[in-house]
């Protein structure tokens, strides 16, 4: 939200909401409303003390100057943004190691991860330095005119893609288009990470290389911030990591590690903070822009981006798939159902296995869902994909199995089922100098 001061009027003051702003000038007395703006992101967060503590664990001298041991008061400054929305201040206000925000379109995302380091830097100075990615070089151009329009106001000057604050913060902006690309950041040191629409990266090693950077001599929390939507080529492994945990939000999710050199535990934090286009009330005011959201896309695919609705596939063989309706409460499937297994082959990719059931009449499952004549009900899986040392899931990363090591898992879990038939995939049908992947398997 910009304001303007005219020649002979006194500065325009927005509602405050999130008052972080802080006009070309001005000396630390002009932050002396910051912890009021604080309180005010944070009460509209559901949160009166955790930004305050947050920031003041670090130094309380920033974030409400005293002189004198008396509190100044000073005319309230230029807002240069403010949060419009409970998500957008409850990003503000979340202290968690690593934040996922939207997961919809509409949801004020780079508002939102601009405003959070125009936050940090108004409270920490020159020791906040971030950097903030975009996929490619013409994805970060909309990001960088956003950007002026939030940290003109405040006196920050922008200079071949890095803002200097009055404050001596620094923000970046760069691409990162490859995983190789990551390295040109070896050595070097950020508060904070932000990498907008993390879909659009089909793997999560080059943002995990990056984490490397996050650092701080001066003990200012180190935060990684991303924004995302439903599809993309990264949609599963960043739904395996903040959605699957809580597809709702809002809870945060413990890592624990061990130094090697103290033996001390160490946690770190992530969350998923939801944020949707009925949270935006200047879209919402415009009523062609949902019209124009359906012109573009599949309807599936549209639904996805409207309600942050993360099971929804694009291009989905079956894309009327709903979980209300697919998923049933496992019951004991009756003997006289045929029973067959296929398999999705991967060894450096991940292999699914799946066992499935005939249902020959209408059945009524146990949780009063009508199962019809002819459907398929899988009723046993075997998803081969690997895990780190906490045991969360590596997206698109297989267990390296052999064949005949697959073939073994099979049928040890099998549990004496009658299999009238399997099918497979006809890549592991193909023969590459010796016997095939089916013929190795010998099931």
Not at 40 to 54: F, I, R, S, T, W
Not at 270 to 281: A, G, W
């Amino acid at each position: 939200m910009d304001s303007k001061v005219g020649k002979n009027k006194p500065p325009t003051r927005t509602v405050a909401r999130g008052n972080i702003g802080r006009p070309k000038g001005s000396t630390n007395k002009s932050t002396a409303l910051l912890k009021d703006a604080i309180l005010q992101a944070a009460e509209l967060a559901g949160d009166k003390g955790g930004m305050v503590n947050y920031l003041n664990g670090h130094d309380a001298n920033r974030v409400g100057k005293t002189m004198g041991g008396t509190s100044q008061r000073q005319p309230a400054p230029l807002v240069a943004w403010a949060p419009f929305s409970r998500p957008q201040a409850e990003l503000l206000t979340c202290p968690a190691n690593e934040i996922l925000f939207g997961g919809a379109r509409g949801g004020g995302k780079t508002d939102g991860m601009l405003g959070k380091f125009a936050l940090k830097q108004n409270a920490y100075g020159k020791d906040a330095v971030g950097i903030f990615f975009r996929r490619t070089r013409v994805d970060l151009r909309e990001a960088v005119e956003r950007s002026k329009d939030i940290y003109g106001p405040m006196g920050a000057k922008l200079t071949e893609k890095q803002w200097a604050f009055p404050s001596g913060a620094r923000l970046r902006f760069e691409y990162l288009e490859h995983e190789r690309d990551s390295q040109n950041y070896q050595g070097h040191s950020y508060t904070d990470l932000f990498f907008e629409e993390l879909t659009n990266w089909a793997s999560p090693d080059p943002i995990n290389k990056l984490r490397a950077t996050l650092r701080s001599s001066s003990g200012v929390p180190c935060q990684l911030h991303a924004t995302g939507n439903p599809g993309g080529p990264g949609h599963q492994w960043v739904k395996a990591r903040y959605i699957d945990p809580c597809p709702t939000g809002g809870k945060m999710l413990w890592e624990e590690y061990k130094n090697p050199f103290t033996q001390q535990t160490v946690k770190q934090s992530r969350v998923f903070i939801p944020s949707k286009l009925s949270d935006n009330p200047t879209l919402m005011a415009d009523p062609g822009y949902v019209a124009r959201l359906y012109q573009s896309g599949s309807a599936e695919l549209v639904r996805a981006w409207l309600h942050g609705d993360w099971d929804i596939v694009d291009g989905a063989f079956f894309d009327c798939w709903k979980p209300e309706s697919h998923i049933v409460r496992p019951f004991r499937i009756p003997p006289d159902w045929l029973k067959f297994r296929s398999c999705d082959w991967g060894s450096a990719k991940p292999f699914s296995v799946g066992w499935w059931a005939v249902c020959p009449e209408l059945h009524h499952s146990p949780d009063g869902h009508v199962i019809p004549r002819g459907a398929v009900v899988r009723y046993r899986e075997w998803y081969g994909v690997a895990k780190d040392p906490n045991g969360e899931v590596r997206p698109d990363v297989g267990l390296k199995l052999t064949a005949e090591e697959v073939a073994e898992g099979i049928k040890s879990r099998d549990e004496g089922d009658t299999i009238a038939y399997s099918v497979i995939d006809p890549a592991a049908f193909s023969q590459d100098g010796g016997p095939s992947i089916v013929e190795r398997m010998k099931i």
